[in-house]
């Protein structure tokens, strides 16, 4: 997502290296796509480096210095995990069965892996585990229904997954530091 909360299309990383420092980056004159969307803590440092150069101080500039060294690390690290095979066919799975009170036992059980097996590959290529993947999905199809429907609080908790709405409440305050009826408020 961009910072004006469009949808972000792509994005191009510059930087300049010494001459004397560019045969240390094998990285460096290689141009390589890299599916930010796939990669939640990739997704969430791109967007906290948008939203710091945005501010224009001096301590955003060392921020933004900070961030996308940390978002270069994150790159190089995801070019060196080979264990990508099922992560493509697992995230569909996940975004076509959200709605549905799905575990991680269930995403395991459907493509016959070990739960910790499953955990331990898709943290490395996504960032997150599986489960907080599921989590932050729910609550950003949430905070859309919130904003955008008429929907109960309890009918939403529903439609993204959630049996307890309660839970669902207490989930999704964990996350954004509001209740789902106050974050409606505040959006309208």
Known sequence: MAANGAKLEYVVIYFHLSDGEQPKFPLFNSHFPLQVVEHMK???????????????????????????????????????????????????????????????????????????????????????????????????????????SDFSIKEIADRVGYTDYFYFSRVFKKVTGLSPSIFRKQMN
């Open 42 to 148: 990739l997704m969430n440092l791109v967007q906290q480096l948008i939203e710091t150069n945005q501010k224009g101080s001096h301590l955003s500039f060392l921020q933004s210095k900070v961030l996308f060294l940390n978002i270069l690390e994150e790159i190089i690290l995801l070019m060196k995990v080979k264990d990508y095979q099922n992560i493509a066919s697992i995230l569909t799975y996940i975004q076509e069965n959200f709605t549905k009170n799905i575990t991680v036992n269930d995403i395991a059980n459907e493509y016959n892996l070990d739960r910790r097996k499953l955990c331990y590959v898709f943290e490395k290529r996504m960032g997150v585990s599986p489960l907080v993947y599921l989590t932050d999905l729910r609550i950003q199809k949430s905070k859309m229904l919130l904003r955008s």
